[in-house]
């Protein structure tokens, strides 16, 4: 059984810190790793997606890397704001389109 | 318009009774699911529907029911609320070949 865990739970940063982000996963037959940002009453949604045979995806100030041998990816947000304080959830899919998401890791940024 | 909706918003019942938690989507796409979330804990699979004549158990199915009414249209029932149902729903959408899921805003429910 797949199982997906975050590190850290909780992260509380000043503004204009660089930052990771960690996830990692137990079974690397895997066909993507996505990321996902979670704020409160509007649901999830997507902010990277990395296919198997890729290594990273970049989108502005994020960056998320794949290592699919070791089981895990990280998230890298540049110059953090305060509007980025949400909760970040890793998630891989497997066979079916099946996603097995992390516990996140809640981001503070104070101003 | 939101591509996904889900209705209620929020919904607080009693142990025993009967809850419909619906879902509906504009983005045409074929595949949708249905999690749960419980505080501090990932998103959970309760059951995903490939199109209108595929239903499929996902991790924690049991006590949940699903009917795929039309590709646009996914209901999760609770036949006999029970208060460890307590958590927050969400209806996600995707298409086949890697894309990403696109959830719907959620659905808080409390079982007293």
């Known amino acids: 059984k797949q199982e997906v865990t975050q590190i850290p739970a909780a992260l509380s940063v000043p503004e204009g810190e660089n930052l990771v982000l960690n996830c990692s996963f137990t079974?690397?037959?895997?066909?993507?790793l996505q990321w996902f940002r979670q704020d409160p009453g509007k649901g999830l949604t997507s902010l990277l997606l990395?296919?198997?045979?890729?290594r990273e995806q970049t989108s502005g100030r994020l960056n998320a890397s794949l290592d699919k041998s070791s089981g895990r990816s990280t998230l890298y947000i540049a110059a953090s704001q305060p509007g980025d304080s949400a909760t970040y959830l890793c998630?891989?899919?497997?066979?079916?389109?099946?996603?097995?998401f992390g516990e996140g890791t809640q981001l503070t940024v104070n101003p | 318009d939101a591509d996904v909706t889900q209705t209620p918003r929020n919904r607080i019942t009693k142990t025993g009774k009967r809850i419909m938690l619906e879902c509906s989507q504009t983005?045409?796409?074929?595949?949708m699911y249905w999690y749960r979330q419980d505080p501090g804990l990932g998103l959970q699979l309760i059951y995903y529907?490939?199109?209108?004549?595929?239903?499929n158990k996902g991790e924690i199915s049991d006590g949940y029911s699903v009917s795929r009414q039309a590709q646009a249209k996914f209901s999760l029932s609770l036949e006999s609320a029970i208060p460890n149902q307590t958590a927050l729903y969400f209806c996600?959408?995707?298409?086949?070949?890697?894309?990403?899921?696109?959830f719907g805003p959620g659905t808080r429910l409390t079982v007293l």
């Open positions: 996600a959408t995707s298409e086949p070949g890697g894309d990403t899921q696109y």
């Open positions: 079974d690397s037959a895997i066909y993507n």
């Open positions: 990395i296919q198997s045979s890729q």
């Open positions: 998630a891989v899919e497997t066979s079916g389109s099946r996603l097995t």
């Open positions: 983005k045409g796409h074929d595949r």
């Open positions: 529907s490939f199109d209108v004549k595929d239903i």
